[in-house]
């Protein structure tokens, strides 16, 4: 897990450590110090920590003017044990809502398992972003994590499932990835499959 490195193609439009209005802004990256793990695996240097011992984030691009974050995901998502959504929501979501992002795309191909408890935080999350007429979606889910989400129903608060995979993210460029998933949120039938 080491070797695995949040999504860099981007990084010639924007770095979070460099953006004075993100969580990250300042944070210093040692590349050969490994700290944080994932079921006792060290997870490469790059990844955030934001308060959860078992999820950690990218901020891959953030747009203030359009009003949407890209954030990518790796480990468990376990907000049985830890959690993770209450830290998410508090110290990363509602940090970039007050300074005025409405749409988040979550990318979560390498989060391995979700542990569901109560379903708060996202409602919560989910009615202030309706008040700015926001979305939260989820692309890249694994099928068993997409499972357990719907166990807890978060269908009603995320847009998630195989059809939001079908989106082959890593083909476009951050501004095109948001017009797309724009649009299918608009318009779902025209999602594919």
């Known amino acids: ?3 695995l490195e949040p999504y860099y193609q981007w990084r010639d439009y924007y770095i979070s450590e460099e953006d004075k209005r993100s969580p990250f802004f ?29 999820l950690y984030l990218k901020l891959l691009y953030v ?24 830290f998410f929501k ?5 940090h970039l809502m007050q300074e005025g992002i409405s749409k988040f795309i979550l990318i979560g191909e390498n989060v391995l398992n979700f542990h569901n408890s109560d379903d708060d935080y996202y ?7 309706q008040e700015v007429d926001g979305w939260v979606v989820c692309l890249g ?8 989400m719907n ?3 978060l269908f009603h608060y995320f847009f998630y499932g195989l059809r939001w995979n079908s989106i082959n993210w890593r083909s476009f460029t951050p501004q095109d990835l948001y017009s797309q998933v724009e649009e299918y ?6 999602l594919p499959g």
């Open 1 to 3: 897990m080491h070797d």
């Open 151 to 153: 166990r807890l129903r």
């Open 123 to 129: 409602a919560e999350w989910y009615d202030d972003l």
């Open 185 to 190: 949120v608009d318009k779902p039938k025209l």
């Open 26 to 54: 300042r944070r210093d990256y040692n590349e050969f110090h490994f700290t944080n793990k994932v079921y006792n695996y060290f997870i490469h240097p790059q990844w955030d920590d934001f308060g959860s011992s078992t």
């Open 90 to 94: 508090r110290d990363i979501a509602d």
């Open 63 to 86: 747009d203030y003017d359009d009003g949407y974050a890209i954030i990518e995901l790796i480990g468990e998502w376990n907000d049985a044990l830890h959690n993770d959504i209450m």
């Open 141 to 148: 889910l694994l099928p068993h994590v997409i499972e357990e």
